[in-house]
């Protein structure tokens, strides 16, 4: 069975600040997905990593896959208010059509 | 313009009642989810759909049920014999013959309260 683990489940952190959210996951995966969660809203797609070394960048976020350590990062930068939400990642395996979500990250950045 | 359309966006039932939401798409997407989310928590699936006419369990599906008639329609009917419906749920569709690289996409999903 697949499981995905991120940490941390809740990161507060100041405005200007850097971090990390790291995403472990127990199986090989073909592709893993990061999703941003706004409060009572849906999930809108972040990044979708494909491959060992991978690494994607969409303004103050980078996220990167390392396939051998089954881990993924989201790492932000200088964050600002606007970022806060909460962050899942997911991976599935080719061919089972079945994406696994972690438990999310909720992200509160204090001005 | 297209996209996917859950409906109803608030639904309220009494216990022992069976209740359907409703999950269309345009996006001409082969696959459509299921999935589930409780406050506080990670997405889990209950069902999900490669082609028309055909669907497969996922990790939560006792106490749900769902058909698959059109590619633009994967209802999800609760049922009285799941547990603790209240939850909010959320239907996805993939374009599993395009890129690889493609993402789920979300609807705006549906928040069930039952009391």
């Known amino acids: 069975e697949l499981k995905v683990e991120q940490n941390p489940l809740f990161l507060s952190m100041q405005e200007g600040k850097n971090y990390t959210i790291y995403c472990n996951y127990s199986?090989?995966?073909?592709?893993l997905y990061w999703y941003r969660q706004d409060p009572g809203k849906s999930l809108e797609s972040l990044f979708v990593l494909l491959s060992n070394g991978a690494v994607k960048q969409e303004g103050r976020l980078m996220a990167s896959l390392d396939t051998k350590a089954r881990l993924s990062t989201l790492h932000i930068t200088a964050a600002v208010h606007d970022l806060s939400a909460t962050y899942f990642c997911?991976?599935?395996?080719?061919?089972?059509?079945?994406?696994?979500f972690g438990t999310g990250t909720k992200l509160q950045v204090i001005p | 313009d297209g996209g996917i359309t859950q409906s109803p966006k608030y639904l309220f039932r009494k216990e022992g009642q069976n209740v359907t939401l409703s999950c269309e798409q345009n996006l001409n997407h082969d696959a459509m989810y299921w999935y589930r989310q409780d406050p506080g928590q990670g997405l889990r699936l209950i069902y999900y759909s490669q082609i028309v006419n055909d669907f497969q369990k996922g990790d939560i599906a006792e106490g749900y049920s769902v058909s698959r008639e059109k590619k633009e329609s994967f209802p999800l009917t609760v049922t009285s014999a799941q547990k603790n419906p209240t939850a909010f749920y959320l239907c996805a569709t993939e374009d599993s013959r395009s890129s690889y690289n493609s993402p789920l996409h979300f609807g705006n999903g549906t928040r069930l309260t039952v009391t």
């Open positions: 199986t090989t995966s073909d592709r």
């Open positions: 997911a991976v599935d395996i080719r061919g089972y059509q079945k994406v696994t």
